[in-house]
T-cell receptor
Framework: EAGVVQSPRYKIIEKKQPVAFWCNPI?????LYWYRQNLGQGPELLIR????????DSQLPKDRFSAERLKGVDSTLKIQPAELGDSAVYLC????????????FGSGTRLTVV | QKEVEQNSGPLSVPEGAIASLNCTYSDRGSQSFFWYRQYSGKSPELIMF????GDKEDGRFTAQLNKASQYVSLLIRDSQPSDSATYLCAVNRAGGFKTIFGAGTRLFVKA
């Protein structure tokens, strides 16, 4: 079984430029999460999807961040424009509905904003 | 006060010893507790979860939960150099789907 697939693995962009991250969850996992992990910190939730519905986006900085999950499968997280403070690892995770806290994480995208 | 607190370490133990990792949480109504292992440059992977007070054993790993003290721990017996990683404690809040991660404890197992 393929795990959670993310791309790209690394991204370096200049500040004020846009960037997008893509995630394909484990087949059959209805719940998809985007987390951000800063160096030396634990992952912090940005947004949670149940199927195609964003059910918790309270931590998503909506002035510059957006996300979508078309057809309840793949998801894209976008930042526009990026700021220096957005440099972090962006992790996608998925779980079966009801497996609260039982996540499978993707390999992450390491974003560097210069 | 952070919702989930862990000693950042590093915790250094010799090979074959018991490593003890601790975590406290602030939400008294929290229901579920998790330990994730994260190797340097890799993503977290789930190694244990515990829902009830007491101990839960899985191979060399034992998770301990004390809800009255709001305390979770992970014991690693017969520690190996391959156990060297950051261990993240995660807590699922009461009544919800929100899982909060601690900042992690770095563990070094010396050969």
């Amino acid at each position: 079984e393929a795990g959670v697939v993310q791309s790209p693995r690394y991204k370096i962009i200049e500040k004020k430029q846009p960037v997008a991250f893509w995630c394909n969850p484990i087949s059959g996992h209805n719940t998809l999460y985007w987390y951000r992990q800063n160096l030396g910190q634990g992952p912090e939730l940005l947004i949670r999807y149940e199927n195609e519905e964003a059910v918790d986006d309270s931590q998503l900085p909506k002035d510059r961040f957006s996300a979508e999950r078309l057809k309840g499968v793949d998801s894209t997280l976008k930042i526009q424009p990026a700021e220096l403070g957005d440099s972090a690892v962006y992790l996608c995770a998925s779980s079966s509905t009801g497996d609260l806290g039982v996540y499978t994480f993707g390999s992450g995208t390491r974003l560097t904003v210069v | 006060q952070k919702e989930v607190e862990q000693n950042s370490g590093p915790l250094s133990v010799p090979e074959g010893a018991i490593a003890s990792l601790n975590c406290t949480y602030s939400d008294r109504g929290s229901q579920s507790f998790f330990w994730y292992r994260q190797y340097s440059g890799k993503s977290p992977e789930l190694i244990m979860f515990i829902y009830s007070n007491g101990d839960k054993e899985d191979g060399r790993f034992t998770a301990q939960l004390n809800k009255a003290s709001q305390y979770v721990s992970l014991l690693i017996r017969d520690s190996q150099p391959s156990d060297s990683a950051t261990y993240l404690c995660a807590v699922n809040r009461a009544g919800g789907f929100k899982t909060i991660f601690g900042a992690g404890t770095r563990l070094f197992v010396k050969a």
